[in-house]
């Protein structure tokens, strides 16, 4: 069984930088993919980033690439989130999960929450103007 615990969310002001946790036990051979999704207060959950567990590829939502960045410390079984220049429609609960592409992963089949098996508590993040 996967476990995966988030940290790192806080209050910050817009501007500043933050970088999010995603620690990783159990069931190793479980998954391929990491992800970060977020869900803001009256909004679906929505994907923010990924990354291949064994190439370290990166996927992102079109609009935050260039602002956040997805990394993996495999030694550590840590994913981490760089979130940078944050505003407050950054505001959201962000979460972290493990997932399979049965096929060749790409940032389409890696946004898909079905793809998805374990998900973290979630952390949140909140950016004040």
């Known amino acids: 069984q996967v476990q995966l615990v988030e940290s790192g969310g806080r209050s910050v002001q817009a501007g500043a930088s933050l970088r999010l946790s995603c620690a990783v036990s159990?069931?190793?051979?479980?998954?391929?993919?990491m992800g970060w999704f977020r869900q803001a207060p009256g909004k679906e959950r929505e994907f923010v980033a990924a990354?291949?567990?064994?190439?370290?590829?990166?996927y992102y939502l079109d609009s935050l690439e260039g602002r956040f960045t997805i990394s993996r410390d495999s030694a550590r079984n840590t994913v981490y989130l760089q979130m940078n220049s944050l505003k407050p429609e950054d505001t959201a609960v962000y979460y972290c999960?493990?997932?399979?592409?049965?096929?060749?992963?790409?940032?389409?089949?890696?946004?898909?929450?079905?793809?998805?098996?374990?998900w973290g508590q979630g952390t949140q993040v909140t950016v004040s103007s």
């Open positions: 159990g069931g190793t051979f479980s998954y391929n993919v």
């Open positions: 990354i291949s567990r064994s190439a370290g590829s990166m």
């Open positions: 999960a493990a997932g399979r592409v049965s096929h060749t992963i790409t940032t389409m089949s890696a946004s898909r929450e079905n793809n998805y098996d374990y």
